[in-house]
């Protein structure tokens, strides 16, 4: 973040923008992590209903992360 201010509003701008593009890539990559359980045997059933509510978890925090580094680029635009 210091990098990013010496930059200006242009390197802290670009710097944001990275962030928002790996956060929203994180929370995409989320929501498909468990298609490769699909049409698989009943253990992956299993395993698909214990690591799809980790996954949830997950993707809840990441979206509140992208929700607060978006309120952090908006008040210091």
Request: proline letters at 0%.
């Amino acid at each position: 973040m210091a990098a990013a201010n010496k930059g200006g509003a242009a390197g802290f701008g670009m710097m944001i923008s990275d962030v928002q593009t790996w956060v929203s890539a994180a929370l995409t990559d989320e929501s498909t992590c468990t298609d490769g359980f699909a049409g698989k045997a009943m253990a992956a059933g299993e395993m698909r209903t214990v690591v799809g509510g980790k996954i949830e978890t997950i993707a809840h925090l990441t979206s509140n992360a992208l929700a607060l580094i978006n309120a952090y680029a908006t008040l210091h635009h």
